[in-house]
T-cell receptor, first 113, second 114 residues
Framework: DAEITQSPRHKITETGRQVTLACHQTWNHNNMFWYRQDLGHGLRLIHYSYGVQDTNKGEVSDGYSVSRSNTEDLPLTLESAASSQTSVYFC????????????FGPGTRLTVT | AQSVTQLDSQVPVFEEAPVELRCNYSSSVSVYLFWYVQYPNQGLQLLLKYLSGSTLVKGINGFEAEFNKSQTSFHLRKPSVHISDTAEYFCAVRSPSNTGKLIFGQGTTLQVKP
């Protein structure tokens, strides 16, 4: 069955370190998204991509970057982790024809100490 | 700019009672509206959606929602809840011009008590 996976599921890192969160989908979806989930804020869009070599900034992109070298993967990099980036991160994907229906990964809980 | 407001952060309810989770949106253009559910320690999954047509939308697990354009609302309802409905529920909006992007509300935690 097609799926979307994230790794690691839990990560503890120190302030200032570079961290990369992986997202892999086997739906063959063109659209991929990264969100962060924080209490009282719901889900906020960090970056998104509509296809290979395409990346776009969301509403909370500062301190994060993504790259899309193939259809299946959209890794999220925190260039220099900060305590304010402690959060739960969700990756999602959707097809071009049904762009509104996003499929979510299980999430990565990141703690920056 | 579009925005979504979920009017209740927590809704406690007893099993087999009816429930309504409220959602209001703001948009100057026609929108697509969604409810997603997040069970503990899981990602979100689509519960139901409104794209066009009938304003009463039925989703999975016995949930339904009504689109009210004049009140800019999209409230989620279930006539009789079960313990397994305990989860966080998110209302979201997408403008047809913003392919694939969703704007989420803050979430409502539904706590079903025995």
């Amino acid at each position: 069955d097609a799926e979307i996976t994230q790794s690691p599921r839990h990560k503890i890192t120190e302030t200032g370190r570079q961290v990369t969160l992986a997202c892999h989908q086997t739906w063959n979806h063109n659209n991929m998204f990264w969100y962060r989930q924080d209490l009282g804020h719901g889900l906020r869009l960090i970056h998104y991509s509509y296809g290979v070599q395409d990346t776009n900034k969301g509403e909370v992109s500062d301190g994060y970057s993504v790259s899309r070298s193939n259809t299946e993967d959209l890794p999220l990099t925190l260039e220099s982790a900060a305590s304010s980036q402690t959060s739960v991160y969700f990756c999602a994907s959707s097809s071009t024809s049904r762009a509104y229906e996003q499929y979510f990964g299980p999430g990565t809980r990141l703690t920056v100490t | 700019a579009q925005s979504v407001t979920q009017l209740d952060s927590q809704v406690p309810v007893f099993e087999e009672a009816p429930v309504e989770l409220r959602c209001n949106y703001s948009s100057s253009v026609s929108v697509y509206l969604f409810w997603y559910v997040q069970y503990p320690n899981q990602g979100l999954q689509l519960l139901l959606k409104y794209l066009s047509g009938s304003t009463l939308v039925k989703g999975i697990n016995g949930f339904e929602a009504e689109f009210n354009k004049s009140q800019t609302s999209f409230h989620l309802r279930k006539p009789s809840v079960h313990i397994s409905d305990t989860a966080e529920y998110f209302c979201a909006v997408r403008s047809p011009s913003n392919t694939g992007k969703l704007i989420f509300g803050q979430g409502t935690t539904l706590q079903v008590k025995p």
